[in-house]
């Protein structure tokens, strides 16, 4: 059984950091491309970065220079380091992995507001 848990989400103020981490299991976490999409109300889930199996990533241009993806194979676990965050971040996060399938988490809210 496949699983995709995230966690580290929460409330922050403008300008603040958070690290959000999805731990997977069932997989052979190596060789996935391994994502993170967001959902706004209202707005469709897009894409927020991904990292290949080699390390390569892609961002968003409106997370550029702000968020980093980064992975640990040993761990099995993705992450995504959020800095400077803005009223627009706010969103569902989920997490994302594909190979031959794609998975996806159950999502964890993150909200920047004063």
């Known amino acids: 059984q496949v699983q995709l848990v995230e966690s580290g989400g929460g409330l922050v103020q403008p300008g603040g950091s958070l690290r959000l981490s999805c731990a997977a299991s069932?997989?052979?976490?190596?060789?996935?491309?391994m994502g993170w999409y967001r959902q706004a109300p209202g707005k469709q889930r897009e894409l927020v970065a991904h990292?290949?199996?080699?390390?390569?990533?892609n961002y968003a241009d409106s997370v550029k220079g702000r968020f980093t993806i980064s992975r640990d194979n040993a761990k099995n676990t993705v992450y995504l380091q959020m800095n400077t965050l803005k009223p627009e971040d706010t969103a569902v996060y989920y997490c994302h992995a594909q190979y031959s399938k794609d998975y996806w988490g159950q999502g964890t809210q993150v909200t920047v507001s004063s």
């Open positions: 069932g997989i052979v976490f190596s060789i996935y491309v």
């Open positions: 990292i290949t199996s080699g390390d390569n990533t």
